[in-house]
């Protein structure tokens, strides 16, 4: 392995600090094109269930799935036509690019670099359309590929920190492969891989909202059982959360299955699929703050410091207004398949109404067994406006919980954060650039490295949420994992021990002539 100074466990603040980028001590690094890491998974011959594509589902509002979950009727079981619209939705191909002679396909996902680190795996129960067992999602052939004939959903359950419901008969394993994105980002991946799952979880709830389904986020559970489970080489893959179906106990004269006793191990042929190189080079600090992160967070209830970081107290708050905003076209399924990560921003200020949409998006708390026990998700949010109607230049603080904003100095930021995001100055054309911070000490003291995971895939699901209310809006919309750590913590004047962990440019784009 390298840079061995790293080779300790490592905590969430220890890791962020390690992979900071200074701009006076840039590594250099050349990516090695010859190298480039597989986007699919590649497993020898399994049985394959191909995925049914044409759900007749009717179109539903993309603004009341995103702010009022549930108000549709639910349905009382999943079959495997619902379950491919989910999957289409969540994780499918929604363009397909040529540039430098190599063939680019993007999915209904944002993801850095495009290099899409995350998998699905989906452990079912018994549905109409698809035995108990435990399957992997191949986007490339839109089918599921069956590592397990059995129900394992109790063996899963097990593993939980925090049991789950009875009438769960499909639960979605979310897990990222390192080097994807160490290829390109090194030791600093691991960021890049808890945001892409987040953006993944994101996109799970809202389609499995959308064809009447309601679930719960798992992020604690024992890492080691269930990669063992599912078959993953930890060293290369490892399992990041747990998405929980709740449905009826029994349709259709299915009943629900006991799970066996002690599992079959996976073969080595399964294990391995997980390689997705033939030069796979790891990285001492991701392998670290992974194995540090994997033990599950401290017993008792969290004392709230998780959540601190440390920001004045703007003089006035300003309660987030709702706003009737024209969403004609804005389908849901329309939606998430029109996302793109657009960046040819204009300087013409958002319109009000569209920026109280999206902060209303961002003042909803993740649906995960962190924010069930802390009520608030350890990620604080800010944002700096460059051009929005009725909103002066400046920094502002966001209070999630209370759905409120206040300012906290006036100024023409943006400019000054877009030389931050390693002077990527097309930010400075952005109507506002959505912050995501965390004190990283406090969420250590709290829960261990673990927190640092939480912190990261709630940064993610909110990013995502943002993503899709752009597009909704006709709105422009990057994130940035990528900036000058310190600088960044200079300018938002964080205490030492707070972050900014991730970025979200949205605007105005320039239009088509």
């Not at 191949?138 to 593993?159: H, N, P, V, Y």
């Not at 000490?441 to 829960?447: E, I, M, S, V």
């Amino acid at each position: 392995m390298n840079e061995k100074s790293d080779s300790a466990t490592l905590n969430g603040q220890e890791y962020h600090d390690i992979t900071g980028y200074d701009r006076l001590h840039m590594p250099r690094h050349t990516m090695d094109w010859s190298n480039v890491p597989r986007q699919t998974k590649s497993y020898p011959v399994l049985p394959t269930i191909v995925l049914e594509t044409g759900a007749d589902l009717a179109k539903k509002s993309f603004w009341q799935i995103m702010e009022e979950p549930g108000s549709y009727s639910s349905i009382a079981a999943i079959d495997i036509q619902y379950l491919s619209e989910v999957l289409r939705l969540a994780y499918g191909y929604t363009a397909r690019q040529q540039s430098g002679g190599q063939t680019y396909l993007y999915r209904s996902v944002p993801s850095a670099g495009a290099l899409y680190p995350a998998e699905i795996y989906i452990a079912v129960g018994g549905i109409p359309g698809l035995p108990a067992g435990l399957f992997h999602y191949d986007i490339q052939e839109f089918s599921l590929k069956q590592l397990r004939g059995e129900d394992i959903s109790l063996l899963i359950a097990a593993t939980l920190a925090i049991p789950k419901p009875e009438n769960c008969w499909v639960s979605f394993i979310l897990s990222g492969i390192f080097f994807r994105s160490s290829w390109k980002y090194r030791k600093r991946a691991f960021r890049y891989v808890l945001l892409d799952t987040g953006h993944l979880l994101e996109n799970l709830v809202s389609s499995l909202s959308y064809v009447g389904v309601a679930c719960s986020v798992r992020y604690d559970f024992d890492d080691e059982s269930l990669c063992s489970l599912v078959g993953l080489d930890r060293h290369k893959e490892a399992g990041f959360a747990i998405l929980d179906v709740h449905l009826e106990k029994t349709w259709h004269g299915l009943e629900k299955t006991s799970s066996p006793v002690e599992p079959v191990a996976l073969g080595a042929g399964l294990v391995g699929a997980g390689r997705v190189s033939s030069r796979e080079e790891a990285y001492d600090a991701i392998e670290g703050i992974y194995y540090k992160s994997s033990e599950c967070r401290k017993q008792g209830k969290p004392s709230g410091r998780e959540s601190l970081v440390t920001l004045p107290e703007p003089r006035e708050w300003f309660p987030v207004r709702q706003q009737d905003v024209e969403s004609h076209g804005a389908d849901y399924a329309g939606v998430v398949q029109g996302r793109r990560s657009r960046r040819n921003f204009a300087r013409e200020p958002i319109p009000v109404k569209s920026f109280m949409r999206l902060l209303s998006l961002v003042g909803t708390v993740p649906n995960s067994d962190i924010s069930v026990e802390s009520v608030v998700t350890p990620v604080k949010v800010g944002f700096l406006v460059g051009h929005v109607e009725g909103f002066d230049q400046g920094f502002y603080r966001f209070a999630s919980e209370d759905r409120a904003y206040g300012l906290l100095k006036s100024g023409s930021f943006v400019e000054t954060m877009a030389g931050i995001c390693l002077d990527q100055l097309w930010l400075a054309n952005a109507g506002a650039l959505f912050l995501f911070m965390a004190n990283l000490k406090a969420l250590d003291d709290a829960y261990g490295a673990r927190g640092y995971r939480y912190a990261m895939m709630d940064a993610g699901i909110l990013g995502q949420r943002l993503y899709l209310g752009s597009a909704a809006l006709g709105l422009g919309c990057c994130g940035i994992g990528a900036f000058y750590d310190n600088e960044a913590r200079e300018l938002l004047d964080l205490n030492d021990d707070s972050y900014l962990l991730y970025l979200v440019a949205v605007g105005n784009i320039k239009k088509r002539k």
